[in-house]
């Protein structure tokens, strides 16, 4: 579900692909179930292509990762986290605007 620019993050490489990244990393935590998750993901696929070679962005499936969305406190999808030196730096809860994620990405760069 992926887009090519997209990783897909698991508790095995959440540690080396977001926590230990040198770039910012946009994490996207939803389900396959969920139709906002499903209106954000292009929005995702379009930043992941824009800032290539700048930011990083992930998907979480909270239903098979549900260790990650517990630690994160992940409690409504979609909810989209900025993490950068292995901290969260911004969060979004609910689907939004690309505009806003688009925002929220270049404050960070």
């Known amino acids: 579900m992926a887009g090519e620019n997209i990783i897909t993050v698991t508790k095995d490489n959440f540690q080396q692909e977001v926590l230990s990244s040198q770039a ?10 969920c139709g906002p998750c499903r209106a954000v993901a292009p929005f995702m696929e379009q930043l992941a292509d824009e800032y290539s070679g700048k930011l990083t962005v992930a998907k979480v499936n ?4 549900s260790e990650l969305a517990a630690k994160f406190r992940v409690l409504s999808i979609p909810t989209v986290m900025l993490f950068k030196g ?8 609910g689907a939004r605007s690309k505009e806003e994620f688009s925002g929220l990405v270049k404050k960070n760069l």
Not at 24 to 33: E, G, I, K, Q, T
């Open 62 to 65: 909270v239903d098979e990762e």
């Open 86 to 93: 292995g901290q969260v730096v911004e969060k979004i809860i």
């Open 24 to 33: 910012p990393v946009l994490v996207d935590f939803w389900a396959s179930w």
